[in-house]
């Protein structure tokens, strides 16, 4: 009886997602499952959201369940993708069909046949080592990688040795990422192996279009992000540039506001060449910032405290903010203001940032990428405004941004900016840390828990 539907279903996986699992494939999702039943492998590319890991999930109950002794491997270039993201999708389809429950024991990292769990199995690997893939050699494999533009080509190479037998498969699915590795190839120089598929989540009624609307406003139609997240295209070679010389250009001409608090963003020169900049700010004011070159550290300290003690008086502000960069030799810097303000008596908190910490929200690679967006939301929505500084908007206008192999935005590093523009972009740094969203900043402020310290 039991091998009877298994027979019935072993080359028709749309049946068996409508009558096993009760779901209705999209269209793509139909066709694609189709093309698993025919060919040894498949690759779908797609934005954000239009069914991938729904579909592996029925790729892996349909394998299982038409397959005696079958493993089915699976990866993502996290833990997190793997064990929640995919393993949860697969318990939500597993539970609807009583039948599955009952002959498959879903587990953490495993989902096993009941009565042969070491033998027929669908496994949760980490893609951390190319071993984790490697070894496999059943008659019956279904390899399923999700959001594989992430994954390393070691674990491509470990699993590429298995695909010989005659119903051994491959399933990679993911935003398109990366413009390398064998996601890439799959649509490109391999793709006779392949039976390629790429869904846009504008035409997929499982994503709102406001999403897609938003990203456009946002990034522009042709950016890397709504090409990634939107349209399922690989990025262009060119990174795309953060803030538009337009947008830059219309803060110098808006007059300012001085109202607010004060925040001064101070960039330390590290090289010979480079400027160290002190860029004050009050409210979405920038006020002229102050810029040397070959100051040692503690006239760079005696210069920050004047500019902060001077503006303090003049707007009438009992207090301030100071946002140091404090990778390589900021952080003496940090310390050392922290000293000075206390001895003088002055309510000033002093945040050292570090480019290359963690972002809070976890869309930013770094708090770098974090802050450089922040401050060009404040540019896109036209509240922010600059003294005119050719220098300044130069820097501002030509940084540029990506996406990782893990769809995270992030900034152009500096050494690569500075090789290709010829300078570094010491005065546009200044600026972002004046505006940066300060409880990123690794760093606790420097308040002493006792009152009168501040008089
Ligand atoms: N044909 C379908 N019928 C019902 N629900 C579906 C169908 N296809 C996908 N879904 C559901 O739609 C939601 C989004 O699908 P899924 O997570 O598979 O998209 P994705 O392409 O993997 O997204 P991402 O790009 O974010 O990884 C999930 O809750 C999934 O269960
Ligand atoms: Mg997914």
Redesign the pocket.
Known sequence: MLEQILKKFRDEPVEFVRKILH????EW?ADALNALARRPRIAIR??????????ESWAICWFLFTRPFCKVPCTAPTRDQVNN?LWS?IS?WLKRSELLTELFEWQKTKICFRAQPERWAALAKSAARPENMAGFHEEHLLFVLD?ASGIEDGIFEAIEGALTTSDAKLLI?G?PTRNSGFFKRAFFEDRELYATFKVSSADSG?VANEYCKRLIKQYGADSDVVRVRVLGEFPKTEADGLIALELVEAATNREPVYSGELVIGVDVARFGNDETVIQPRIGNSALKFESYRRTDLMTTVGKIVAKTAELMKKFSLGRATVNVDDDGVGGGVTDRLREVFGEKNLRVEVNGCHNGGKARDPHYANWATESWFALRDRFVSGEITLPKDEVLTAQLATRKYRLTSLDKLILEEKSAYKKRAGRSPDRADALVLAFAPTATVSSPPSFPLVNSYWR
């Open positions: 779901a209705e494939p999209d999702q797609s934005g954000h959201g239009v069914g991938k890991t729904a579909l993201i999708e939500k959001e699915c935003n499982r």
